[in-house]
């Protein structure tokens, strides 16, 4: 389980699951942009714990995309599941670079995260079901649209030759009467 995946492909961003999540798990998506993670943050230089959620045992919220964290998150947690622990190791160009973050993160600094992935949800506003899903849906309620119109359509015409049956009918009773009552005419 101790294998490392460089997430960026030059090393930059490295990451190694050190709880797996289960197989079903929830990840982040573009319709489950919105992540809560625990985590701990340390220098990989001396191993200074710099920033902390585990402390106070709360989480951070964030919205992936949106540029709001390091580069080096916005590519590792996107790989994760809800549940999993991972280790990120950044190097400064997908971290905070050569300006670092005073006092506590130095310039050109390597950052080692321990990560875990608590939740994924959609933005507010946002239903759980994802938008192929509502597509899906809307192509259905699309579908049983027509097919009712189609059954209405069909109906209507059905009505309409019943009622012109009706009225032919009744024309041929009419006619029929017609000509019975010329031949029943009185003679002078």
Known sequence: MSDSID???????????LRKAKADALCPS????LVDVQYEGTLAET?????TTR???????????KGSVIQAWEIAVKTMKVGE?????????FAYGSA?????????????FEVELVACKPRKGS???SVSEERARLEELKKQRELAAAAKEEEKKRREEAKAAAAARIQAKL???KGQGKGKGKAK
């Not at 402390?55 to 995309?65: A, C, H, Y």
């Open 175 to 177: 006619e029929s009467k």
């Open 47 to 51: 191993g200074e714990v710099f920033d």
């Open 85 to 93: 622990v991972a280790k990120i190791t950044c190097k400064p160009e």
């Open 7 to 17: 997430l960026s492909g030059d090393g930059g961003v490295v990451k190694t699951i």
């Open 100 to 112: 670092g973050s005073p006092p506590d993160i130095p310039p050109d600094a390597t950052l080692i």
């Open 127 to 129: 239903s759980v079901t």
């Open 55 to 65: 402390m106070d045992n709360t989480v951070f919220s964030f919205e992936l995309g």
């Open 30 to 33: 573009d319709d489950l942009p």
